[in-house]
């Protein structure tokens, strides 16, 4: 049974735009079978990082340090997950502070990935990632006034850990056309049936 982790990153948690597209469909594929693990950024607020947590990341034993419980949760997520759906607003032109933090929590030395002298490299399995970027202007194309850190910075930090397979899909606008909505709807189905087709294991 494949297994997808959903990460929603808006302030407004369900009653965004995206969650209103994306909660049913995913609804619907859990009672088809898919299982989803939800994580709501703004229902459940990851704590600010800590000095405690600071000063373990850097330790050489890491392993019983209750300051790491958070992270390693996070990490589990993402591991025991064949997909990840990650459904984001753009805040000043980059992922909004919740995404940051849980990504904070995520990157970690010695855990999912190592560093070498020749940079870093990634311990995860690679893993179909599809990130849904909501925005209240144009961010990507000819018509985009402003710049899009958001795209480059989120590839970067997933294949740091080793995640390379990562599709983006964009909502821009204060309301995006219909068009839209159906690629956003496309890409969040063919994500699904990626997973069902590669048969992913319990
Ligand atoms: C703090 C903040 C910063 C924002 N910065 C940007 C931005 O840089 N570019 C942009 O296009 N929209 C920006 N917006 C608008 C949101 O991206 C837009 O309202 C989006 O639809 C929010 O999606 P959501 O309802 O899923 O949270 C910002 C909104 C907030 C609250």
Redesign the pocket.
Known sequence: MARLLYLE????AG?????RLLRPILDEAGASGLRVTTRSLAETALEPISTGYAQAITASDQRHDDVLACSGQLIDELEHSDGVLI????????V?AALKLWIDYVLRVGRTFVATPAGKIGLLQDKPVLVLV??????TGDDAR?PDFLTPYLRHVLHTIGIRNVQFSY????QPPEHAWADARRSVLSLLDTLSSTGASA
Do not use: E
């Open positions: 990153c808006s302030p407004h009653r965004s735009g995206s969650a459904s984001t607003p753009m805040h000043n032109f980059t909004p909501r925005s209240g202007g144009v961010c402003q909502l821009a606008g204060r």
